[in-house]
């Protein structure tokens, strides 16, 4: 969660970026819960590119993401009521994304698969300092590795992306997909290993196959 | 961890720094003995940085667009009333929404009960006060055995015949009881309808010639006559409501608590005047 509010962050919350992470998500939260339409938009903003990465890079399709990310916070403020802080309102607000994630990629079967590529393809991210070739170079890294992703089970894909994509810790994706941290140790293990060969042209190294 | 296969799922792990110390050690103990499981974790920690350098993506600009129009639709900012630890209490404040709901079915069933239970208090459809039903009765008796005068009248279907002693020990409501009345009647049987806590009494009267009866009801009981006419009257000094039907007529007035119905064979309004008066005597001797 590097940044608090971007895009049209609401003046009521800019100025109190200087607060601790965890006491402005529940100060947010609270906010939320008192029916602050301001504090939804701040909470939209604060979470927005984390969901919608996360809809992304689970189907593979834009537009499939778009429509997850809308139904994932309409979910989250009709719910937030409901949250206790008991638990972090990170790995609720992931274990509604995941669980809404999956539903959507068992119920829709026709996905538009590059639908990522495009995306990752005009992506911001890549520096506009890099040469030409370095930035087609590394666009077609991420357009291979998001690729592969994609041809994960759908829960191993899960796991993938909440870990390495997203950065959440074992516990949080334990909690988010409502299993135990062996068994998200072992899905990341065995997705790893199915995705050797897919990825080991991108490899920058030179790897030894044997001894 | 002696064997590849015991490792290979404890790996990515490994490679995350996510394992307890203990275990770390043993697997980097077997990785430096291992070239095929060296490889391996290093092709991990290669797919990761792949991973990890996949950027995070902002939305579509017109996505809140949709989120806010759909929660203007629902209209989900009404301010919460209640804190978010007490979602599941009542308005009641600390009690728990499930013992409000336990003690409202527990009300509604007594509620249902006591209607069920005492409904002879709350309407006049039962057989036991549907005094049509039995003006019905006194005359098909009366039409089937003859001379309307010389006939008793017949018991109330649900009375039953008692003394007057224990009439009187179960009655819970002021009732008279002479033995005799003007015109030469005497008691000749008492009736006690007794069910749950409702109590009715049924006197006959009879002089040789004919006969009476008289109904005491308890206030809060209404006698009913049906789609049978009534006419205000005013006998023995009392409103009277007289009914009449083809062998009969009942005179409905009310002393104190107490609704009577004195039923004659034939309508005689100076004979009903000395006997409401008399009653309206035994009645202001009678203990509250």
């Given amino acids: ?211 | 961890m002696r064997f590849c296969f015991q490792i290979v799922g404890r790996l990515a792990a490994y490679c995350d720094g996510a394992l307890r110390p203990e275990e770390e050690l043993r697997i980097a103990e077997h990785l430096r003995s291992c070239v095929r499981c060296r490889a391996h974790a290093e092709r991990i920690g290669v797919n990761t940085d792949l991973f990890q350098n996949l950027p995070l993506f902002e939305p579509p600009d017109r996505t809140w667009n949709f989120i806010e129009e759909e929660l203007s639709r629902r209209d989900p900012f009404e301010p919460a009333k209640l804190p978010v630890g007490d979602q599941r209490r009542s308005t009641f404040g600390l009690i728990p929404r499930r013992l409000v709901i336990a003690v409202a079915v527990v009300v509604f069933a007594v509620a249902v009960f006591a209607v069920a239970r005492y409904s002879l208090r709350l309407g006049a459809q039962r057989w036991e006060l549907n005094l049509a039903s039995y003006l019905d009765l006194v005359d098909t008796v009366v039409a089937a055995t003859g001379d309307p005068k010389e006939n008793d009248f017949p018991a109330a279907p649900g009375f039953s015949e008692v003394t007057l002693a224990d009439a009187k020990a179960v009655l819970d409501f002021p009732v008279v009881t002479p033995e005799s009345l003007p015109g030469g009647y005497s008691l000749a049987a008492v009736q006690l309808y007794r069910r749950g806590d409702i109590r009715a009494l049924q006197l006959r009267y009879q002089n040789g010639e004919g006969a009476l009866c008289l109904f005491q009801i308890p206030a809060n009981v209404e006698p009913s006559f049906g789609n049978r006419e009534s006419e205000e009257d005013k006998a023995g000094g009392v409103q009277c409501h007289r009914t009449r039907s083809q062998h009969c007529v009942a005179y409905r007035f009310v002393l104190g608590q107490t609704q009577y119905v004195l039923m004659m064979r034939e309508a005689d309004l100076a004979l009903t005047d000395r006997l409401i008066q008399e009653l309206r005597a035994v009645y202001g001797k009678t203990p509250a």
């Fill in chain 1, 1 to 211: 969660m590097e940044e608090i509010c971007q895009g049209p962050c609401l003046n009521k919350w800019k100025h109190r970026i200087g607060i601790a992470k965890n006491d402005l998500d529940e100060e947010l939260i609270r906010a939320c819960q008192a029916g602050d339409r301001e504090a939804f938009r701040a909470l939209y903003d604060r979470f927005k590119r984390k969901v919608y990465s996360l809809a992304l890079y689970m189907t593979g399709d834009a537009e499939l993401a778009k429509d997850l990310t809308q139904e994932i916070f309409v979910k989250v403020f009709r719910d937030i009521r409901m949250f206790r802080f008991e638990s972090k309102f990170s790995s609720w607000l992931y274990r509604l994304s995941t669980n809404t994630c999956l539903n959507a990629l068992r119920t829709r079967r026709s996905l538009r698969e590059v639908g990522i590529d495009e995306v990752i393809g005009t992506s911001a991210e890549i520096s506009a300092n890099d040469s030409p070739e370095d930035r087609e170079m590394r666009s077609s890294i991420r357009q291979a590795v998001g690729r592969a992703i994609l041809t994960l089970t759908p829960p191993l894909r899960a796991v993938v992306v909440l870990r390495y994509i997203e950065g959440l810790s074992y516990g949080d994706i334990a909690e988010a997909l409502s299993c135990s941290e062996g068994t998200v140790a072992s899905r990341l293990s065995r997705a790893h290993r199915l995705l050797e060969r897919q990825l080991r042209s991108w490899h920058p190294l030179p790897l030894r196959e044997d001894a």
